[in-house]
């Protein structure tokens, strides 16, 4: 059978078909320009002729299954991945040690949350275009190759479609090696390509988290102002982030709430971070509503930080819902005037802040309510 790529009928069997090709090791994977063998296949249960990505050539496709259940592995039962569109064992994905993107971090990433589409057809990733726009900058910024956009959505959707909206699907590009230093000296025994992972996982929420101040030097807006092509990248080198999360834990802290240098606050200032600016979490935007009704949040144009969809959702949400905006420079005494906060990202949408630091904060399910409601209208209006 054939039908039109894009559709909601197409992508409702496109995702049917991946559930059971998850392991598939008899597709042939396009790997660096040039398509090749994949692992031997495992038992064959079933064959299927479907329409093709853009990638796969129109044939007939063999499929297989893992030879151990989902439920022996543990693994969620709508596990999906897929490398450069062809559906692959989200267990035993692989990048080669010799891709630069493994080694230095060189590569771009994406996390799109996963939410069911208003027509009753399969789930979709939100605002995917506006992922694939920030994916665009970052590879541009890092002079980086990036699939073609349509393939790049298409094998997001797919991934949406399997997984459901429980969970959310990350995009990782990387740069592969071959370059020297990277595996250069192996000639043609090379085998790093640069690949493309898309792959669903499920949401983890907290019901709230507590946050710890601490500076962060390293962060693009850590010196005060802009930097450029700095602003731009959502690259894989994120080893500075997860340490902040890390000490913040060993502290007794949920997570981590990173302050600049600069702004006005000499460098050699240690004991007290109170008039340092706020920027953000290390994989997260943060808001709060003042005393006085007011929805504040860092501006991440004026301090040189990477643009949060979901902290753009919620903008737009306070507008949709009459507060009032200051969206600017705030110093993190400036939460002793606050009623409420929230972290937002891709897998925590508006998580209740109760503490950062020594400062005590209350809840604001009203408002907060609101701000999510009007997140999903403006969700539903957006393909």
Sequence with gaps: F?????????????????????????????????????????????????????????????????????????????????????????????????????????????????VEAVDGGPAKPRCVGLHLDRMERSAAALDLALPPRDDLEQWLREAAAVGGSTGYVRAIVTRGGGSDGYGHHLGDRLDAPAKTFVFWQPSMPQKSKTLMPMCAPWHPAGFGGPNGGWTTMKWLAYGANVHSTRLAKQSGFDDALLLAQGYGVPDDKKSDDKERVILDGPNFAVSWIRNDGVFCTPSWERLGMLQSITCTLTLAAAKRINLTINEGEHRLDDLHQARSMWVQSTGNDLTPVTRVGDIELGLDPTTRDKLLGAIDEIVAETP
């Design 2 to 114: 054939m039908l039109k790529e894009g559709t909601s009928t197409m992508l409702a069997v496109r995702a049917a078909v991946a559930r059971t090709a998850l392991a598939s090791s008899s597709v042939r994977a396009w790997c660096g320009g040039e398509r090749r063998q994949a692992d031997p296949p495992l038992s064959v249960l079933t064959q299927v002729t479907v329409a093709p990505t853009l990638m796969v050539p129109r044939s007939r496709v063999v499929v297989t299954a893992p030879s151990r259940s989902l439920a022996t592995t543990g693994s969620h039962p709508h596990s999906f991945a897929s490398v450069n569109g062809v559906p692959a064992d989200p267990a035993t994905l692989a990048c080669s040690i010799w891709d630069v993107s493994f080694q230095r971090g060189d590569g771009v990433f994406e996390a799109v949350r996963v």
